[in-house]
């Protein structure tokens, strides 16, 4: 019996020993955490996994001081944090089925880092955003049209960035910052001299605020439009006429034909769009506009009226017949 004891625990000594040298049990490839229902990835697997999801970019519409949106699938890469992938969207410019629109980002733009801070998000940009557009002359201060150009392209810029972040997550404003490499001197924040405002580059920028006022919804579209014809700058109001009637299918007048038609009309004196609805189809906005016409011996007021606005690739414009439709009554008494 002793013998038989002592055989067995040699036996069990040289697994010991041959277990401490090799395991031959697999090693798991993946653990679920507390609280985790997914598997980790295991050991080598690739992380190239994407992503996707739709967000509302913000682009400048024609050389119009605003900026439309435009709906894109954002593609994240797994490891990239989702405001890089929107940011790095961007910067890129919009899509080719939009004309329309343009970006607002130098060439070379790259996103290089984005950190939460409460309810403002930090953003690193590289050196290529402090560049001037590629058509932008060197002495456009000395130049009357490029003195409002120039500091409008970096106002729009700003918000394209701040609208498009804010549209899409849960912050309210945006810390821009540039890394400018060995030339940073003492803060990574953007200058104020930036926006061509005549600030001292001393001054640095704090967190930027969504400005609604330079985004074309219906109402700041429905003002835009107005604000056109109050000027009675005929081609900047063809840009928001659609190019057929969606209800309809007519075409819009040639652009000779609208300037003779808008000419033929009273005289628009004052207007404003006071407030719009958007239908439940998102395709469909209904403006209430006030206005003063024009008539022989004095002017008419025309309060409560209505204009309806369509919405076609993000873009709101108006049909032809909504434009001057509201007007209908009016003819005779402006003769």
């Not at 950190?115 to 590289?126: A, D, P």
């Not at 130049?143 to 912050?171: F, G, H, K, Y």
């Not at 700058?233 to 006429?241: G, S, T």
């Not at 008539?295 to 309806?308: C, F, K, L, W």
């Amino acid at each position: 019996m002793k013998r038989r004891w002592l055989s067995l625990l040699l036996a069990g000594c040289l697994l010991l020993l041959t277990g401490c040298g090799q395991s031959t049990q697999p090693i798991p490839e993946s653990t679920i955490a507390p609280g985790v229902d997914t598997l980790l990835p295991s050991p080598g697997e690739a992380q190239t996994m994407d992503l996707h999801g739709e967000a509302t970019l913000w682009f400048r519409f024609l050389t119009e001081p605003y900026l439309a949106p435009e709906t894109r699938i954002i593609t994240q890469q797994s490891g990239q944090s989702y405001e890089m992938a929107l940011l790095s969207a961007l910067f890129a410019g919009p899509g080719t089925q939009q004309p329309e629109l343009s970006g607002m980002f130098p060439e070379g733009t790259r996103v290089l880092s984005t950190v939460r801070q409460g309810r403002t998000l930090l953003v690193t940009v590289s050196a290529a955003f402090l560049q001037p557009l590629p058509d932008q002359p060197g002495d456009w201060n000395s130049d009357e049209a490029w003195q409002i150009e120039a500091p409008l392209r970096r106002r729009l810029a700003m918000q394209s960035l701040v609208a498009t972040v804010t549209e899409n997550c849960d912050v309210d404003e945006v810390l821009v910052l540039v890394d400018q490499g060995r030339r940073a001197e003492n803060s990574l924040r953007l200058r104020q001299s930036w926006f061509l405002d005549g600030s001292d580059d001393s001054v640095l920028t704090g967190p930027q605020t969504r400005d609604d006022r330079l985004l074309l919804s219906p109402t700041v579209t429905a003002d835009a439009l107005l604000g056109c014809w109050l000027q009675r700058d005929w081609a900047r109001l063809y840009r928001y006429v659609a190019a057929s009637d969606p209800l309809t299918g007519v075409s819009r007048p040639s652009y000779d034909d609208f300037v003779q038609e808008m000419e033929a009309l009273p005289p628009l004196l004052r207007a404003a769009c006071g407030g719009s609805a958007v239908a439940a189809n998102g395709l469909i906005a209904t403006c209430t506009i006030t206005a003063s016409l024009g008539v022989r011996g004095g002017q008419i007021e025309r309060g409560a009226r209505v204009i309806r606005l369509h919405r076609a690739n993000g873009l709101w414009k108006v049909s032809f017949s909504q434009l001057t439709g509201w007007l209908e009554g009016d003819y005779g008494a402006a003769q």
